[in-house]
């Protein structure tokens, strides 16, 4: 049978394809998930991913790329290390950090950070591959792993991660074989390299001039890279380019040229350059670039005939100027602009020949332009009229070329951009030296410029056209081959021929070409110069001989050079046989300079030979030598051969000084060689010594100038390799010695103050030169002479040093600077203790107070030399070097110099830290002694934004780290008194804490704020084992000093730096890895130190709670359980302590600490848990706290899960939520009495329902805060103070204060009815109390506004929702509760309903409004029930039974309530069909709230539901009542107001008078006025007669409402109105004849006036009506049996009792229309208030045939909308199942209604004795559905029901509709 085969080989690798794991064992994978494979088998691998190695699975071999990797471990404890090389895992690892960040910058919608790091990724991946490849050369490699660095450093910057620190290598340091000050002195580095690196990217982006700046201040030198794309120019022959760099401000030009020669078909001559035409302008400095203007210039010329088209019997091959183009380069050499891909156009202004010109002149000079440029002029003077011009006429002639500005010189350029510079492109040099020299960068041209030339014409009539040829030569006339170049690109030729200029008699060629000859060969070489005149004619041109010679020797006699400059060279007869023989002419001089030197020198004129005549004509020229072996100096070069004038030695040494560096530094070996000969040749005498070595000195000093700084390792070679005096010690010593023993000489100072700053190089000649006298003589020759001239040298230096300041300040300071740079050579030849001795006396030779920074300085170098490396020598400086700090960091007369301390104290503590350098236990003990103390005070002075304070906490880390067990106890030991330690440790604690607190270290620099971290808790471990052993006892026991211990400890417990759960899962691996979880160290010995207290725990009760409580906050298991048993054991002290047996102190301090930590984001659900488990396991096994214990643990836990839930909603978008948690916190502070917390979390509450516009709530909110105050003058406590409100108040300020707040709240809520009763409390204050009449009159006047508000502003009337929240899955203080919600102004249901989904949008709504079961309540999903509910108004009783204005009862109906109710019809016992009103029962739901509305939210929970059923008889005393009551109003309303339409009271009429359809009150009487009805119910007498009596007060009623309509009918309604008259009489009569006649007194309807003269229309209540009636025909007795009061339907507005609900319907509309008696509020503002007040539900069947078993609902059956709303998520009604049997409903009085009429879709039949079960389920039917009539604005509210037992899961709810309530009449169900 196969099996599972570990792997041997195959442990490692790397997915390549996304695998879906379909099963258990499969494991899924990503692309780049790496994996540890354990086994194989067929094809698959068993293994798990790295980055989760708890789960193990298999997965496909296929889909894995495996990679070596190293394997450690056996087994289970087998690991795997990949092979690669760090830099790839770093970069691995960065971009997997990346991604995930990559991720969450996309969601959050970050989109210019997010492009940031996707080009970054990009890069880093493109660099991987380069890298992985190994193709990379070590050279690119390491360039590419700087670029690397660079952008992951940049990147994490940028992302806010760690800063990675790195060695010079680029790899990571490691932390533990790092020392401190490195590890410090890195992360400086690294940061200030990222800023720089920002700051770097910033202007490349923004500004370019700062980039340009930056690049010339770091860069120095430059290249520019040309490419040639095109040339066009309509030449017609053969031309050559000649581009170069020239400053038009100068007229000079920067580079040599650069020729392409362009053939005749306008194609390269040498076609394989094609495309390819790339030069590079090198060794530009950025003085050459900074130039106001730069320009690239471009000549041509043709070659070809004199003449453009002339026939072949002419002349060719002739050089002929053609053009000219130019192009402005500044920018581009600015670095202003920079794309090497656009292509710049240079147009091409031609030159005008002069034939041309002399022609023209005389016919068209006027129209010749002034600026035609003529060949015969210069061309600088051509360049600059071109430049000058603005526009050329090009015609489309011109260049194309691309330019790009390089940084670096030709090595660096090709290496940088090998993708631009190739072996191809020509290397264009400047005409001169770059600013920096380098030694390996040997050159020898010599540039030779063809500048102008006289030429006479002779026997000709016309100027010659002169050509010159020029040829390079030796002493016997032989040509030197190919050495002229003509310009880059191109070889080097023989001969070179200039430019012919026709007729011309001054010709300006300024043509440069370069000499380039072996340097061995300049002595023997000159240039020689033929002159020959041209014709055009072939033949003629044949016959024309040379007209004359010149030439000019390239050495002077003196071997120097010739010099650079203009020539005026002699021009000999040239057609003489002797003009050719090199050694006839070269007898004779060759410039005029050269002739007016013979003729000073034999003092006779100079007479030419006859051989050898010299002609009249003028030719100059102008050379420039650029050669790194050839001097121009003749002093140099007399020094080079001093030997052969001996005598001129001293002259010779002074003038070295004045020769230009870039002369000496070519010869500096032979320079060097011949000052130490001078000085050895004389070395028994003092001749030349001092004039040596202060030659020696300037030449050591020119090395130092940046310019030449790159000949330091030349320097350096040749005093190791090529140095051989070995007796020069002996003479630089001695005059060093005597220019230090005579620094009081003037003379002598600035040479002194030279020799001092070339110290460091005298010093290593010296040591040369007596290492290789030791190596010849021993050290037996001259004794001691040596040591003892260092021991005077140091003593001349002590004598110095010691001398007043001002006298040699400048000295001095020189002195400090450069001596330590002889050290590490002079130890090599000197005892290395006695030169410590040495060097010690010479510090403390420095006066005090004099040159402090300086000394510091020069110790710091001391310290970093290698003398300071060996223990013995450290034993005598570093006592030295710790006094002398101690005294700076002591010194509080002066400011210490803090940066040069720090200085020194971390270069010797970076030394003593590393492994090479010996013992330093005793060292670290020295420092420990003398400067740890006074460290860690300069910590404490210093402030947190230094600069410094940084170096002084790394430098007091690595004490502190250095520092072994030992170290501590010694320390500890030096201390005298007890008092002595307790202050020490005092001030380590508070400065521990405050650095801990304060981070100074950066955020990023994570790798040192852990180290610090580390390193203090072992020292604060060290310190605690000092507290247990001297001041536990109890008469050594210092509580302030355990105080600062504990809160320390906490302080570092709980640093960020240390709360893994905040980091990757990658960086948390790594510090675990390396440090552990510090955390459990540090909270298990908080631990043992709170149990060690013993009796002394009561003294930190309750100071330290919050402390522990933190502690254990902290979300790590193991340090949880350690630390949570303390709160018990603090319980237990205090109960014990306490004479009342409680631990009050300690509950207060931990209720309040817990709700600010809570807040602050700290505690979990876990932590409640464990918390509560906790310590329930201690009470309970407590004798004496078993009980109380429990009590106070169930309370903590409670307030932390109303704590958890505030700070969990904290954050949510919905405020509703944040306010719910809000108010259950504070009602636990209430409860708990804790006033601070509790007012604080009121404040919370107002800013939200203020920010919420919720001005009612916020105001409800803030009397709460008002009940806590009383109106006097006691000051206020300041917890009862807001934290908003910083001054003094005393009760009576801060509680006016508040109700004017709390009065403008309500005023801003519309609720002017609180605002009044708050404003008369406040007044009476003004009046009785306070006496501010002014305040009173202003409150009186805003009272007056309120009343005015009451009676004329519009307020809608707010809905109100029942909501039910049901579901594991929702909020606790949400889950399973019922609330009711009030509306905003105007806001309807489907709009509340749609905002609470908003707020959980994973809920589902809850299709039914009946209570859901134990199932959705249990469930782990979100189930919401939402419905609208009815207020049940609670009028004050100072309005019952009084005529009220509609616009006081308008309040009431929605404000101050607290009850509310949902109706819904059912049936009860068989239909009868001849009137089925007579079993249509009313199921009334109640909810009450726990508080009334408005109130501090707009919300309250539901604390009690009660059903109750209306009997049919009940419901019709309620329609009656109603109907009344309606009538009443309208009739007085119409009575008011003559204007009001008539309509509304002609269809209320009709409807009663005449009721054609419904049968009006009759079915009331056939119903219930039966004996049948009496024998079945006879409890019911009562009810009835009160039936009757309602019946009869409507006739007065109809009588005032008729007599009304006729004086207010048309001739239109004449007609209605006679039929109104007649039903009404018969009517009359039969109510009088059975249920006598009422009439009402006229107190009731007359109209009363108000005092402004205004009809005030009071509201009649049905109530009033009827106690206010008076019977005038007995009928039955009339009780005032109760009816349901609760209910608040209304009858439909056909108002015929019986009317047809189709009827009823069209009436509702017209309800809508019922006219106030408010003439101000329009029809459209009635309608709206009136529509608010209910909905209007429609009886909807089912489709198709209805079963059977539900017998239908009559339609002539009406409800009142009490009795049934339907809200959105309308459903089947059940009753509520409560724990207790439901007892009868009790009798109540009728309460006024005010809302319009509902009908109700049907229910099925209810057994009237089966009321204890619910009904039965309805059918599955959609609501609101009749068949195929529907609602045109209707849409489908829900989905259907599930058919019962149906086990599948519910579909998903249809999209989201709204939905019209109120039915159109148009649609009204048939």
């Known amino acids: 049978m196969s099996r599972w085969i570990p792997t041997k080989k195959e442990k490692y690798g790397v997915a390549i394809y996304n695998y879906d794991a379909t099963g258990n064992p499969e494991l899924g994978l990503q692309v780049g998930d790496t994996v540890h494979i354990l086994e194989t088998f067929e094809g698959w691998y068993r293994g798990y991913l790295l980055r989760n190695k708890a789960q193990k699975g298999i997965f496909p071999a296929s889909y894995i790329h495996l990679k070596e990797a190293k394997v450690e471990g056996t087994g289970q404890q087998e690991t795997v290390i990949p092979s690669d090389m760090p830099l790839v895992q770093e970069l691995t690892a960065t971009l997997r950090e990346w991604a995930q960040i990559w991720h969450k910058l996309f969601v959050n919608n970050k989109t210019t950070l997010f492009r940031n790091i996707q080009q970054m990724s990009y890069s880093l991946i493109e660099y991987r591959s380069q890298i992985v490849s190994g193709t990379l050369p070590k050279d690119d490699l390491v360039e590419l792993k700087k670029k690397v660095t660079a952008k992951i450093d940049y990147g994490n910057r940028i992302l806010g991660l760690d800063l990675v620190v790195r060695d010079d290598s680029g790899n990571a340091l490691d932390p533990e074989s790092s020392s401190t000050v490195s590890l410090f002195r890195a992360h400086e580095t690294a940061s200030r390299g990222i800023d720089e690196y920002i700051q770097e990217e910033k202007s490349r982006r923004q500004n370019l001039e700062m980039r340009r700046q930056s690049l010339f201040s770091s860069v120095h030198t430059y290249s520019l890279f040309m490419n040639l794309k095109n040339f066009v120019c309509n030449i017609g022959e053969d031309a050559e380019l000649l581009m170069s760099l020239y400053d038009p401000d100068q007229s000079d030009f920067i580079s040599e040229n650069y020729l392409v020669r362009w053939g005749s078909t306008g194609m390269p001559k040498e076609i394989e350059k094609l495309n390819n035409l790339q030069a590079l302008f090198t060794d530009l400095s950025s003085s050459d670039l900074i130039h106001p203007r730069v320009f690239l210039v471009c000549q041509i010329v043709r070659v070809g005939c004199m003449e453009l088209k002339e026939g072949k019997k002419h002349t060719a091959g002739l050089r002929r100027p053609f053009g000219v183009a130019v192009m402005d380069i500044t920018d581009i050499a600015h670095g202003k602009v920079d794309d090497e891909e656009k292509q710049h156009f240079i147009p091409f202004q031609q030159i005008a020949m002069e034939t041309y010109i002399r022609q023209r002149q005389l016919i068209m000079s006027p129209l010749i332009p002034s600026r035609v440029i003529g060949e015969n002029e210069p061309l600088t003077s051509v360049f600059n009229k071109v430049i000058a011009a603005r526009e050329v006429n090009h015609k489309g002639q011109g260049l194309w070329v691309s330019l790009k500005l390089l940084p670096g010189d030709l090595a660096q350029v090709q290496k940088d951009f090998p993708h631009l510079v190739d072996r191809g492109t020509a290397v264009v040099r400047k005409m001169g030296f770059p600013e920096i020299i380098l030694p390996g960068n040997v050159r020898n041209d010599i540039y030779v410029t063809l500048v102008q030339g006289e030429f006479d014409k002779g026997k000709k009539k016309t100027p010659k056209n002169v050509e010159v040829m020029m040829c390079v030569l030796d002493e016997d006339g032989v040509p030197v081959q190919k050495a002229i170049f003509p310009g880059a690109g191109c070889e080097g030729i023989s001969e070179y021929k200039s430019v012919i200029y026709y007729q011309v008699k001054q010709p300006c060629w300024n043509e440069t070409v370069k000499v380039a000859i072996p340097i061995e060969d300049v002595c023997r070489c000159h240039l020689r110069f033929t002159f020959r005149h041209r014709s055009s004619q072939e033949s003629r041109d044949r016959s024309e001989k040379p007209f004359g010679v010149a030439f000019v020797r390239l050495m002077n006699v003196d071997g120097t050079t010739l010099r650079d400059g203009r020539h005026h060279l002699i021009l000999y007869k040239g057609d003489v046989k002797k003009a050719e023989d090199a050694k006839s002419y070269l007898s004779a001089p060759g410039t005029r300079e050269e002739q007016e030197d013979r003729e000073r020198q034999s003092g006779k004129p100079f007479h030419h030979s006859s051989n050898l005549p010299i002609i009249k004509d003028i030719f100059q020229i102008s050379t420039l030598t650029c050669s790194t072996k050839l001097t121009q100096n003749v002093d140099l070069l007399a020094l080079l051969n001093w030997r052969s004038n001996p005598e001129n030695r001293e002259q010779t040494l002074q003038r070295l000084m004045q020769v230009q560096g870039s002369e000496i530094v070519k010869f500096l070996h032979d320079t060097l060689d011949a000052l130490f000969n001078i000085m050895m040749v004389t070395s028994e005498k003092d001749t030349y010594d001092t004039l040596v070595f202060d030659a020696l000195v300037f030449i050591i000093l020119l090395i130092g100038d940046i310019k030449f700084q790159h000949f330091n390792p030349v320097l350096e070679t040749y005093i190791t390799k090529h140095f051989s005096a070995t007796l020069a010690y002996v003479k630089l010593t001695k005059v060093l010695n005597d220019y230090v023993g005579n620094a009081e000489d003037p003379n002598k100072t600035d040479l002194l103050f030279s020799a001092l ?66 050290v590490n050579d002079l130890q090599h030849v000197f005892d290395p203790c006695e030169l410590s001795v040495l060097l010690t006396k010479f510090i403390e030779s420095i006066p005090d107070f004099q040159l402090v920074r300086q000394k510091l300085g020069c110790m710091c170098k001391i310290v970093e030399s290698d003398l300071f490396k060996q223990p013995e020598c450290r034993d005598v400086l570093l006592p030295l070097m710790t006094d002398q700090l101690s005294g700076q960091l002591d010194d509080r007369s002066q400011k210490p110099d803090y940066e040069a301390c720090s200085q020194l104290l971390s270069n010797i503590l970076e030394v003593l830290d590393r492994k090479d350098v010996g013992s330093c236990g005793a060292h670290v003990q020295l420092i420990m002694e003398r400067l740890l103390r006074r460290v860690n005070r300069t910590i404490i002075c210093m402030s947190r934004p230094s600069p410094l304070i940084g170096q002084y906490l790394a430098s007091m880390t690595a004490i502190l780290r250095q520092m072994d067990d030992s170290h501590y ?15 020490f440790l005092m001030e380590t604690f508070i400065m521990f804490k405050d650095l801990i607190g304060k981070n100074v270290f950066p955020n990023d620099w994570m790798i040192m704020n852990l180290l610090q971290i580390r390193v203090f808790l072992r020292a604060i471990n060290q310190f605690a084992d000092v507290l247990n052993k001297y001041f536990l006892d109890e008469a050594n026991f210092e509580l302030q000093l355990w105080n600062n211990y504990f809160h320390l400890t906490v302080a570092f417990l709980t640093h960020k730096s240390l709360q893994l759960e905040t980091f990757s899962q990658e960086k948390r691996n790594k510090i675990i890895s390396k440090y552990g979880d510090m955390r459990k160290e540090i909270g298990f010995t908080i631990r043992d130190m709170w149990y060690n207290l013993g009796p002394h725990k009561m003294k930190f009760i309750p100071a330290m709670v919050g402390s522990i409580l933190e502690v254990t906050l902290v979300p790590e298991p193991d340090l949880r359980k350690a630390t949570i048993p303390i709160f018990f054991d603090m319980m237990q002290c205090e109960h014990n302590s306490s004479s009342s047996r409680s631990f009050q102190a300690f509950e207060n301090e931990l209720i309040m600490k817990l709700d600010q930590e809570v807040e602050g984001g700290r505690g979990d659900e876990q932590y409640k848990v464990l918390l509560e488990k906790t310590l329930l396991e201690h009470c309970r096994r407590h004798r004496y706290l078993a009980s109380s214990g429990e009590t106070f643990v169930l309370l903590l836990s409670s307030l932390l899960e109303n704590l958890l839930a505030y700070r969990t909603i904290t954050h949510d978008e919905s405020p509703e939520h944040r306010m719910s948690c809000t108010v259950n916190v504070l009602n636990f502070y209430k409860e708990k009495k804790r006033e601070d917390i509790y007012i604080r979390y009121l404040y919370k509450l107002r800013d939200l329902q203020r920010a919420s516009e919720n001005y009612t709530e916020a105001a409800c909110t803030l009397l709460l805060h008002a009940e806590l105050l009383q109106w006097s003058d006691r000051p206020c406590a300041s917890h009862l103070i807001p934290r908003d409100h910083s001054q003094v108040w005393s009760q009576q300020e801060l509680k006016e204060y508040l109700f004017k707040e709390i009065i403008s709240y309500f005023d801003k809520g519309k609720m002017w009815e609180k605002a009044i009763e708050h404003s008369k409390e406040l007044a009476r204050m003004y009046e009785n109390e306070i006496f501010d009449f002014i305040g009173l009159s202003q409150l009186l006047k805003q009272q007056a506004q309120f009343y005015q508000n009451i009676m004329h502003a519009m307020r809608p009337q707010p809905e109100y929702f029942a909501v039910g929240y049901y579901g594991l899955g929702l909020p606790s203080f949400l889950r399973n509760k019922i609330f009711i919600y009030r509306g905003k102004e105007y806001e309807r249901l489907e709009d509340f309903g749609l905002k609470l989904l908003s707020q959980f949008p994973n809920a589902s709504k809850m299709t039914s409004t009946a209570p859901p079961g134990e199932e959705v309540r249990n469930s782990s999903g979100q189930h919401i029930q939402c419905f609208t509910v009815k207020p049940v108004m609670n009028l004050p009783p100072r309005y019952k039974d009084k005529p009220v204005p509609e616009q006081i009862l308008h309040y009431y109906r929605a404000n101050e309530v607290q009850q509310f109710q949902y109706s819904r019809a059912f049936r009860k016992g ?196 009827r106690r206010l009636s008076t019977i ?141 079960t619910p009904p039965p389920m309805p059918p599955k039917h959609k609501p609101l559905e009749n068949g195929s009539q529907r609602n045109r604005n209707s849409t489908e509210i829900g989905p259907p029901l599930p058919v019962k037992g149906d086990s599948k899961p519910p579909p998903p709810p249809p999209p989201k509709t709204r939905r019209s309530v109120v039915p159109s009449p148009d649609h009204a169900p048939q």
């Not at 030991?973 to 307790?982: E, G, M, N, P, V």
């Not at 007040?1733 to 009142?1760: M, N």
């Open 1470 to 1665: 068989e239909k009868d069909p001849d009137n089925e009103f007579a079993t249509m029962w009313i199921e009334r739901t109640s909810y009450l709230t726990a508080y009334k509305f408005p109130g501090i939210l707009k919300w309250f929970e539901v604390k009690s539901v009660s059903i109750e059923e209306i009997s049919p008889l009940e419901n019709a005393i309620e329609t009656m009542e109603l109907t009344n009551e309606k009538l009443s109003n309208l009739v007085q309303h119409q009575a008011c107001d003559r204007s009001l339409p008539v309509h509304p009271l002609s269809m209320l009429l009709s409807g009663i008078v005449d009721p054609a359809v419904m049968g009006g009150f009759s079915n009331y009487e056939k119903a219930f006025f039966t004996e049948r009805y009496l024998q079945d119910h006879p409890g019911d007498q009562e009810r009835i007669e009160l039936l009757k009596q309602l019946i009869a007060i409507q006739i007065p009623l109809l009588a005032d409402g008729i007599q009304i309509h006729g004086e207010k009918s048309t001739e239109q309604l004449k007609p209605l109105h006679n039929r109104l008259v007649t039903c009404f009489q018969e009517l009359k009569e039969k109510v009088e004849k059975h249920y006598g006649v009422i009439t009402l007194p006229s107190s009731l309807t007359e109209r009363k006036k108000s005092r402004t003269g205004s009809i005030v229309m009071p509201y009649i209540l049905s109530s009033t009506l």
């Open 1672 to 1812: 005038s025909v007995a009928s039955s007795g009339v009780s005032s049996c109760s009816t349901s009061s609760e209910s608040s339907s209304r009858p439909c507005s056909n108002d015929s009792l019986l009317a047809p609900v189709s009827e009823r319907r069209g009436s509702v509309l017209s309800r809508a229309e019922e006219p106030f008696c408010d003439n101000r509020i329009s029809r459209f503002n009635r309608k709206e208030w009136n529509i608010s007040k209910s909905q209007v539900l429609t009886e909807r069947e089912p489709d198709g045939a209805t079963p059977p078993e539900r017998p239908q609902r009559p339609k002539s059956l009406q409800f009142g909308d009490r009795r049934m709303t339907l809200s959105l998520f309308q459903g089947p009604s059940s009753q509520l199942n409560l724990s207790t049997p439901l007892s009868p409903p009790p009798g109540t009085p009728c309460t006024p209604r005010s809302s319009s009429f509902s009908s109700l879709q049907s229910e099925g039949d209810v057994n009237s004795d089966l009321q204890d």
């Open 969 to 983: 106890s010694h320390y500890i030991s030096t201390f005298k008194t007890r008092h002595d330690i307790i202050d």
């Open 757 to 822: 700053k070339a110290l460091k190089y005298l010093s290593r000649f010296i040591v040369q030169s007596r290492i290789l006298y030791l190596r010849f003589y021993g050290n037996s020759e001259d004794g001691d002479d040596f040591n003892n001239s260092i021991r005077k040298l140091f003593f001349s230096f002590n004598i110095l040093m010691d001398q007043p300041l001002e006298e040699a300040v400048k000295i001095k300071g020189a002195t400090l600077k450069y001596l330590p740079a002889i």
